[in-house]
Each structure stands twice: as structure tokens, then as C-alpha cells.
């Protein structure tokens, strides 16, 4: 079954058909990102929330944490809605959230989907079990493959190497049927060691991991320069691992590829905003992950006088404000999904029938 492909929209045609300017209707986004802490046990050299030549997360104030009571709102609403998932996210490290068991249990208890990335370092205790038992995925960002480079990366003792791996072989013998990830950030220093980390993980029980290449620019060029000395390297052993490790029971996503066609956004309104809003850390609504923290142009609300189901219900106008083509000229993970939307709402209604 396919787990990375942008169709999955389609499957909720009312929702689909509900998007568009002339549309009166507005339903419940389908999936929600909350933030809920922007402070992190991690400091990782290419994290763009923190690098200040980069868009993302700009803004952000390290210090916020979304409180308490209004996360215990933000889940009322989410289940009143029919939100169907949430994963928590950056920002900050969502496990550095105290209130992150009692959130995803209270999501679960009314229905909702739960998945978290992480860095994995505090992978353990409560908000583990429930993750463990209930959630349908989490996953877990890496880039070093020992002790002294884990360390260099992500400026923490050599050892959190080895505590994040003991997580992860913890988190397996929890129970319940969460899949576990592994997101693994190539650069230019871990070129070598892609297959090398791909195998480790496959032989401490990891269920899948996901090659991915690192931004280091606002622009598309700048990223592709960044990996062209590496790019065929990369390639040869992210196939290697296709081929040798990829089995029923491990799966191998290779999504390392020229950054080119996630910065070149060319139509006016951006579907996915309706389908995947991110609540942020500051009590802000903001358009998406790639805007997180942008508020010059991202924000589509804010929380700390109304509630979130007061707030998305309240006009369809917020929904039309950034125009991707003027505004989103940066890394968008959302694109080939939006010119799907389009294509999808762009048929002429006179020729529908002849499929």
C-alpha cells in the first residue's frame, strides 16, 4: 500500500469540491500540524527554523509554547470539527511538550489520527506509550551515524547517538502497531554513510526510512549546487539500499532528487491551506509548513482571542490572501499536490463524461 503519494486527497471528494473562491461552503481541514513548543533538546547546524538566512520560521520565538487550556480547546474543536489527523511537529521538539501525552491522548480518545516527528532524544516515558499504542506513525529525523558525528551535527554529547538508538529499540517493544520512521538528512559530510544507515536501522527494527536532502537555500539552484558534487554518490547508494534492504517488513523511500520542481509554484490560490493548516507554537494559524513562523506573508489567524473552530469557520476570504506565485517563491513541500487540486478543479464540466 502506497504511504508517500499525493492522491490521498482524493479520496475526500467533498472536501475537494469545497476549495474554490466562488465556494460558499468551508469544511473542516483534513489534517491539522500543531507546534505546540518551539524549544528544542537539539540544536542541528542545517535546521531552517533556526538558520536566519532562511524563510522558514523567521519569526519564531523560541520561548512560545502553546498553553494548556488552549491546547485543551485547540483538541475540542479538532474532534468537534472531524479534523481526521494530527501530527505534531517543529518548531521546537514536540516531545519537550509536558502536556504532549495527555494532547495525544485526548486526540485518540475522540477519534483522531495522532503522528509526530521528533529527533528521537526524548523518545521514552508516557508520551512514547501513547505514540507506541495509538499513534499511526512517528518519525525520527537523523543525519550522523556515530557518537562524534551525531554530535557535530546536532551540537549534544556523543552519547545522544546511542540514547536515540535505544529509543527507537524501546519504542519497538512498546506494543501496538505505530509505524516507526527514519528520516534521514543526506549533506555533504554524510554522503558515504547513506547505505551504511539505512542497514543499522533495518537490523535495529526501524519500519521504514526516508532519504532526504537537506535545504540550505531560499532558492532552488542554491540547493542543487549544494548537492551536485554528492548527487551521483548519493543516488548509487540510496538504489543500493532499495535493492538490498527494502523487504515486506522494511521499506526503503528514496525522495533525495534536485529541489527544482518544490520552489517553482506558478498558480494564483493555494489549495492545501484548506486541507493542512499548521497551528503554531505563537497561537497563530498559519498557511503551511513552509510559511510556519512568516509573518510578513503566512499567517491566516490567529487563536489567543477565539477558538480555532470560530476562527476557520468565519469566511473563506483568509484563504485567498497569499498568492503562491507572488508569495511563495521558496521550498514548498505541497506543490505537485496543489497542481493536482487544480487540474482536478480546472476540468471542464462539459467534457467530464468522456474519460
Not at 115 to 130: I, Y
Not at 212 to 238: M, R
Not at 273 to 279: E, R
Request: net charge negative; glycine share 6%; hydrophobic share 35%.
Amino acid at each position: 500500500m502506497q504511504l508517500y503519494t499525493g492522491l490521498k486527497i482524493f479520496h475526500y471528494q467533498d472536501k475537494l469540491d469545497s476549495l474554490s473562491q466562488d465556494s460558499s461552503e468551508i469544511k473542516a481541514p483534513i489534517h491539522i500540524r500543531i507546534k505546540p513548543t518551539n524549544l528544542c533538546n537539539h540544536n542541528c547546524s542545517y535546521c531552517v527554523y533556526r538558520n536566519k538566512n532562511m524563510q522558514l520560521g523567521k519569526d519564531m520565538v523560541i520561548k512560545d509554547k502553546i498553553p494548556a487550556k488552549k491546547m485543551d480547546e485547540i483538541v475540542e474543536d479538532c474532534i468537534e470539527m472531524g479534523v481526521k489527523a494530527v501530527t505534531f511537529s517543529g518548531g521546537g521538539e514536540p516531545f519537550c511538550y509536558p502536556y504532549l501525552a495527555k494532547t495525544a491522548q485526548s486526540l485518540v480518545d475522540g477519534g483522531i489520527r495522532i503522528a509526530s516527528l521528533t529527533n528521537g532524544g526524548l523518545l521514552k516515558g508516557d508520551a512514547a506509550e501513547v505514540f507506541a499504542k495509538h499513534g499511526t506513525w512517528v518519525r525520527i529525523s537523523m543525519d550522523g551515524w556515530d557518537g562524534p558525528s551525531y554530535a557535530k551535527f546536532r551540537s549534544v554529547p556523543r552519547e545522544e547517538f546511542s540514547n536515540v538508538i535505544k529509543n527507537i529499540e524501546n519504542f519497538k517493544k512498546m506494543g501496538g502497531e505505530c509505524f516507526l520512521g527514519v528520516s534521514y538528512i543526506v549533506n555533504r559530510e554524510n554522503a558515504e554513510h547513506v547505505f551504511e544507515m539505512g542497514k543499522k536501522l533495518k537490523e535495529i527494527g526501524v519500519d521504514s526510512v526516508k532519504f532526504s536532502a537537506c535545504v540550505v537555500s531560499n532558492e532552488g539552484d542554491a540547493n542543487n549546487a549544494y548537492h551536485a558534487p554528492i548527487f551521483e554518490k548519493v543516488k548509487e547508494e540510496t538504489q543500493q539500499a532499495v535493492e538490498d534492504l527494502a523487504d515486506d517488513s522494511f521499506e526503503v523511500f528514496d525522495s533525495y532528487h534536485h529541489l527544482d520542481e518544490e520552489f517553482e509554484t506558478k498558480y494564483d490560490w493555494c489549495p492545501y491551506q484548506q486541507i493542512l493548516p499548521v497551528i503554531g507554537a505563537d497561537l497563530r494559524v498559519y498557511s503551511c509548513q513552509d510559511k510556519a513562523y512568516n509573518l510578513d506573508c503566512g499567517v491566516l489567524g490567529e487563536l489567543t482571542d477565539q477558538r480555532f473552530k470560530d476562527f476557520w469557520f468565519n469566511g473563506n476570504d483568509k484563504f485567498f490572501k497569499i498568492k503562491p506565485s507572488r508569495d511563495c517563491n521558496h521550498h514548498c513541500v505541497s506543490n505537485s499536490k496543489n497542481m493536482l487540486i487544480h487540474e482536478y478543479l480546472d476540468a471542464d464540466p462539459n467534457h467530464l463524461a468522456f474519460v
